[in-house]
């Protein structure tokens, strides 16, 4: 069981979708951060290095308070412009690579890792199966002022 996140307020129902899985089936979850394209000649983010631990700030907490162990993994999104599925085909390499058989991913998604991109990659590929988490539901930040 794997839970995308890419730094987005959308990770917080994928974390606690995934983390639900987990539970039940008892099994850690790997934690999979979608990090910016890497420069040239730059070396890819260790999944323990500060940008990843930046992006699985908001997971943590959650996953604590569930009881769920988990192990974290990285991956970059592709330079340029590679088609539609480019970004969701590097997104199953890695859960593929790591022996993920599920991931959770976002319905509103940065542009090639959404749920339905990734589904749709994953279905072409013949796996893993994909879990759509739904946003976070829109909640004023304030109450409004009484109008007087």
Do not use: Q, Y
């Not at 987005?8 to 999979?32: H, T």
């Amino acid at each position: 069981m794997a839970a995308v996140l890419a730094d987005r307020l959308d990770d917080v129902p994928v974390v606690d979708a995934a983390a639900g899985l987990a539970v039940v089936r008892g099994a850690p979850l790997l934690l999979i951060a979608v990090l910016p394209p890497l420069l040239p000649r730059a070396a890819a983010a260790a999944p323990d290095g500060a940008t990843a631990r930046a992006v699985l700030g908001r997971a943590l907490p959650r996953l604590a308070r569930a009881g769920v162990g988990f192990e974290s993994a990285v991956c970059h999104r592709p330079a340029g412009r590679g088609g539609r599925l480019r970004a969701a085909s590097g997104l199953l390499d890695v859960a593929i690579a790591l022996g993920c058989s599920r991931l959770v991913v976002s319905r509103s998604g940065p542009e090639g890792l959404d749920a339905d991109t990734v589904m749709e990659a994953a279905a072409i590929r013949g796996g893993p199966f994909v879990h759509a988490a739904p946003p976070l539901p829109w909640v004023p930040l304030a109450a409004p002022r009484p109008l007087v």
